[in-house]
């Protein structure tokens, strides 16, 4: 890719006044470095917003974190159009709720990706845009790239595959992995208009393939285990339904196993299945899916109605991977490419040094995080 072209596209397109809403305070340090083009920036609270007339919004950028609004925002929304920023799909090298800040966004003028009752950039761009010969070069050179590298939207520092797949009675096996997610996500709450938690989703999958000879995989969102975020389902339960919980491989390892099947709400992990070429149930309504690549649960739903395009893997992937996101660099604090930010991811030190003061500085977050639940609840 032509990273000058990237850089002088992205510097012109967010060269103007920008206005932040729904920012949370740890975000105020990478937003500024990550839209460093822009000619001002400014980062309102909720309650700051009726402080403003009309004439300050005017003629300015207005960018709100995910679609939950605020009665302000709602006001606001009436009278000026609000784009929408989330994570892009290749985040970062830990969690976001651990702090981390991401290598890439995505901004959306129509909505957000994980939310079909909007026809959003994406879902148009999937619809309508021509991709050239270079365009599908630079996918397929990305594509390669990504699966070289076993990239995933989180890159966290997990071991390899344990020993249990590696078992005789296991390798030839049909392994079905259910991929969990965090249950009070936008995604969920959006995207799935049946199915609203991990169990529902674990009971629906195990009742159709416990009766056959298959080995049923559970894997729980990093944040959820973790305790950072919603959507635990008890070891119990757990036992219940599943052959394995897998707690420790990393998401790409995982998916490249043999005979492998994977059942997902809405989860990004279903598009890196079809990524490593894996037979991939939707159970809500993902960006990836309505296209032709996934089996999906539900069927009769306006979002699959609007999605009447046949589109190919490489297709989608050079669409919501290139053309969809920003990149930025941190360490040089100008935009790039994803290959830069892969390599970047690739090439972090793994030392014990590094994983160890990493590891405890993480601990520490998620210390603070817990007393701060528990002081929000008294």
């Known amino acids: 890719m032509n990273i000058k072209n990237i850089i002088l596209k992205n510097e012109k397109k967010y060269n103007k006044e920008i206005i932040f809403l729904n920012m949370s305070p740890w975000k105020k340090k990478w937003l500024k470095d990550f839209f460093y083009s822009a000619k001002k920036i400014y980062i309102l609270k909720n309650k700051e917003i009726k402080n403003f007339n009309d004439d300050f919004f005017k003629n300015k950028l207005i ?20 784009y929408i920023m989330e994570d892009g799909f290749i985040r970062s090298k830990n969690l976001g709720s651990d702090l981390e ?25 999937l619809n309508e845009y021509k991709l050239t010969e270079i365009d599908l070069k630079n996918g397929k050179e990305l594509l390669n790239l990504f699966l070289n590298n076993s990239i995933s939207k989180y890159n966290s520092f997990d071991n390899n595959l344990p020993n249990i797949y590696k078992k005789k009675n296991i390798i030839n096996k049909k392994k079905i992995l259910i991929i969990g997610q965090v249950e009070d996500d936008a995604s969920i709450r959006y ?5 609203k938690s991990n169990l529902e989703l674990i009971k629906l999958v195990s009742n159709r393939y416990k009766k056959e000879d298959n080995f049923i995989i559970y894997k729980p969102h990093p944040d959820v ?10 070891e119990e339960e757990l036992k ?15 998916l490249s196993l043999n005979n492998i099947e994977v059942h997902t709400i809405t989860s990004l992990s279903g598009f890196e299945s079809l990524i490593h070429k894996n037979k991939t149930y939707c159970y809500g309504i993902p ?20 999605r009447n395009k046949k589109r190919t ?10 053309i969809y996101p920003l990149y930025f ?10 290959e830069i930010i892969i390599n970047k991811i690739s090439n972090q030190k793994n030392s014990f040094i590094y994983l160890f003061f990493k590891r405890k500085f993480l601990y520490i977050i998620r210390f603070f995080k817990k007393i701060r639940k528990i002081l929000r609840k008294k």
């Open 287 to 306: 960006f990836y899916s309505g296209w032709g690549l996934t089996e999906d649960y539900i069927i009769d739903n306006e979002a699959y109605k609007r």
């Open 329 to 338: 660099d941190y360490e040089k604090k100008i935009f790039t490419s994803p």
């Open 191 to 195: 995207g799935s208009p049946l199915i």
């Open 313 to 322: 893997l490489l297709e989608i992937f050079t669409i919501s991977y290139i």
């Open 101 to 125: 800040a991401p290598a890439s966004l995505s901004i959306d003028s129509n909505g957000i990706h994980f939310n079909p009752e909007y026809k959003t950039d994406l879902e148009n761009l």
């Open 240 to 254: 219940k339904y599943c052959d394995y919980i897998d707690t420790t491989s990393k998401m790409a390892d995982l």
């Open 63 to 82: 960018i709100h974190w995910g679609i939950d609004y605020s009665k302000e925002v709602l006001n606001l929304k009436k009278k000026f159009k609000i």
């Open 225 to 234: 285990f973790i305790n950072n975020r919603k959507g635990k389902v008890s």
